[in-house]
Each structure stands twice: as C-alpha cells, then as structure tokens.
C-alpha cells in the first residue's frame, strides 16, 4: 500500500477508536444487564478495527503504529 493511502487510512480508523471509545465510556454508565451485551460486541469491533484493519497497514508500514513502539520488539 502507498505511503498517502496508509497514512489516510490509520487517520479515519483513528477517529473510529476515538468513537469506540466514546461509546465505551457512555456504554460504563449503562445497568449491567444492558452493559455487557454492549461491551461484548464493542470489544469484537474493536478487536477487528486492530488486528483486520490497522496490523495489516503497521506490518507494512510500522512508524504510523497508534501504539508507537510501546508494543513492538526492537533489537538493539
């Protein structure tokens, strides 16, 4: 994938974790029996916008890695 491409691509699925996590934070005040059932499927999304939709543009691309390299193996 070409540098612009990824770079616009990481941008839009930035702004969608920051709207997860919106939802995440109104989903925290919810009774627990509404609660989890939105926090299940919160977390699948989640987990997919990561490993389906940004790992593949960080494997190629590993500076635009949300993370920085908190997460990543450096030799040194």
Not at 5 to 17: K, Q
Not at 54 to 64: A, F, K, S
Not at 68 to 75: A, S
Request: aromatic share 6%; net charge negative; proline share 4%.
């Amino acid at each position: 994938m070409d540098r612009n491409s990824a770079e616009e691509l990481m941008a839009i699925y930035g702004r969608v974790g920051v709207a997860l996590n919106d939802a995440c934070n109104l989903v925290h005040n919810l009774p627990e029996t509404e609660r989890a059932e939105h926090m299940r499927g919160l977390g699948e999304v989640m987990g997919d916008l990561w490993f389906k939709l940004q790992l593949p543009v960080v494997r190629e691309h590993r500076d635009l890695d949300p993370d920085g390299d908190r997460f990543q193996k450096r030799e040194e």
